[in-house]
């Protein structure tokens, strides 16, 4: 005898099996469950490959301070040699010749860089060059063994003011075949006068001192101090080798900014105008 079954809202007779895709209370909605399922199983492989990593880092034993802290020391050494050498260099103003643009005491950043990628000295520059001859003279040594090794490892690193402190700072005035010469109160630079609105108060070009014309030997440069009568340059050094002038091979570079005092900081540009 043939049994009438009772039909589903869907349609489907209710003794036929339910589609596996489908879920009996939720219907349509249920196709995403073998999704979601998967998504649950990776969730849990990467939470639990997220906590190996995390017990990996918590098994491991931190660093003594005996190690940690030499370690510190010597990147930052490394890092300071690295600026030193390729960027920027701090020397110590140590006389007014250079005032009022730099002070006794002031720290200034050289740009060393400048002269790797092709910059040559001009006029009007301030610039920071090695003696070219008994322009200083002779600085003291420091005879305490220890003070004097931490400070040559410190002025290696380029963190204090080189060491021997035979360096000069003074503004560039002329160059290589160029002829300079001052009489009265007047500076000329081939046959034109210079203007320098960067003297010290009270001072003229000559202050005092007439010379030239001088012509300035190829690869050379002729400085002259901001403070001209307090300046011991290349006007006084005529007798001297390169007739007073500085060989360009002498220039660290040129005198970017004043770094310290906090009170005088000033930035003179990347090639120092």
Not at 34 to 57: L, N, T
Not at 126 to 148: I, R
Not at 211 to 225: L, N, T
Not at 252 to 263: E, F, K, N, T
Request: glycine share 12%; hydrophobic share 35%; aromatic share 8%.
């Amino acid at each position: 005898m043939a049994v009438n079954l009772p039909e589903t809202p869907s349609g489907a007779p209710s003794g036929s099996a339910v589609p596996a895709a489908w879920d009996v209370q939720d219907g349509p909605q249920a196709q995403s469950a073998p999704a979601a399922s998967g998504g649950r199983a990776e969730a849990r492989r990467r939470a639990g490959g997220s906590r190996g990593r995390k017990a990996r880092w918590a098994g491991r034993r931190p660093r003594p301070w005996w190690i940690e802290i030499p370690a510190m020391v010597a990147v930052g050494l490394v890092v300071a040699l690295l600026i030193k050498t390729c960027l920027f260099q701090v020397f110590t103003i140590p006389s007014g010749s250079m005032e009022n643009t730099l002070r006794v005491g002031d720290r200034v950043g050289v740009n060393k860089l400048a002269p790797l990628t092709g910059w040559t000295p001009e006029p009007g520059q301030p610039v920071v060059f090695k003696d070219p001859g008994n322009w200083l003279p002779p600085q003291p040594v420091d005879t305490n063994p220890f003070t004097n090794a931490v400070s040559s490892v410190l002025s290696f690193a380029g963190l204090v003011p080189p060491k021997d402190d035979n360096y000069l700072v003074k503004r560039v005035i002329a160059t290589g075949g160029q002829t300079v010469q001052c009489t009265g109160t007047t500076l000329t630079v081939d046959g034109r006068k210079v203007d320098e609105p960067y003297l010290h108060p009270g001072d003229d070009s000559c202050a005092g001192l007439d010379f030239g014309p001088v012509k300035v030997p190829s690869g050379y440069i002729w400085v002259e101090g901001d403070h001209r009568s307090d300046s011991a340059d290349s006007r006084w050094h005529r007798q001297g080798p390169g007739g007073g002038a500085v060989p360009v091979g002498n220039v660290v570079g040129p005198v970017a900014a004043v770094v310290w005092p906090v009170s005088h900081l000033d930035w003179f540009g990347w090639t120092g105008r």
